[in-house]
């Protein structure tokens, strides 16, 4: 297997193409929005932006597999032989694109051996990347300016700031909250970004409540543990990618400083998605 240093420049400008076919939908403002069987929306935009990805890396790489949130339609039974494969999410925050808030991304990580092994977040409306390659830190980009990035250091005895949804159920999140501690939120848009707004230090914890699939934490778990964060399930176990017949994460929280005993903050909990993979 090839070291996925070498992939990270390409993956960049390709993850920026996605992005511009992204931005060239939402500043004309003509997409369609259609209904997935989980309810959740997709648009023009993200087939827009799927395909651009799948053909620039199956063209970069065409011996590594891909799957992607808009083609995944690969078995469990093919797909656990692979030993390393992309992951997209074409477009994390397809809601905030619909509400025009900008907060939106492209998502690409490349998994090898069940490990984020490469994570690129692009910020389409900021023209700003995230990124990290397994033991080789994690940098932020704003334009031409690139910045090494660290998660937070949380020191319990003060108020923690918790990343949210702007369209959020504060409550329920705040019902997994230890009532000894106290936070203040700051709300951002997609999975991703709230994830790198912690990678950076603009946070300290974020903890995901209903539906997402592996392609929403492969990237940005690639570049929270490579600025010394983490993500895990709602039980305090690590999340795992393609070890299951379901791509459902289970709900999950973003951890700026994994040292801090966090079990005396959030109350574990098991997901109805975990008890269907048992």
């Known amino acids: 297997m090839t070291d996925p240093l070498v992939y990270l420049a390409d993956v960049k400008n390709i993850a920026k193409q996605a992005g511009q076919a ?12 259609f209904e997935k069987s989980d309810d959740s929306p997709v648009t023009t935009a993200d087939f ?14 065409p011996n590594i597999p891909i799957l992607s949130e808009e083609a995944c339609d690969v078995s469990f039974r093919e797909r656990r032989k692979w030993q390393q494969y992309w992951l997209l999410d074409p477009m994390d925050g397809t809601q905030e694109f619909v509400s025009r808030s900008g907060d939106f991304a ?30 080789q830190g994690a940098f932020k980009q704003v334009g031409d300016k690139i910045t090494r990035i660290y998660a937070n250091q949380v020191n319990l005895t003060k108020p923690f700031r918790m990343a949210v ?18 936070y203040k939120t700051i709300a951002l848009g997609s999975c991703s970004l709230k994830s790198c707004l912690i990678a950076e230090g603009g946070a300290d914890c974020y903890l995901r409540l209903g539906p997402t699939g592996e392609w929403d934490t492969g990237a940005c778990h690639c570049i929270l543990r490579e600025a010394g964060g983490d993500i895990i399930d709602s039980e305090f176990a690590e999340l795992s990618y393609n070890q299951r017949e379901t791509l459902s994460n289970p709900d999950f929280f973003v951890l700026g400083d994994p040292s801090v005993n966090w079990q005396s903050v959030i109350i574990p909990h098991k997901t109805e998605r975990m008890l269907d993979d048992e």
């Open 106 to 135: 492209v998502n690409v990580a490349l998994i090898i051996a069940g490990v984020p092994s490469l994570g690129v977040v692009y910020w389409p409306t900021q023209d700003t990347w995230y990124y990290a390659v397994k033991d």
């Open 165 to 182: 949804s702007r369209v959020q159920d504060h409550a329920k999140v705040a019902q997994y909250i230890k009532g000894q501690h106290s």
């Open 22 to 33: 992204i931005l060239d939908i939402y500043h004309a403002g003509d997409f369609a929005v």
């Open 48 to 61: 827009a932006a799927n395909e651009v990805l799948m053909k620039a890396l199956a063209k970069l790489t």
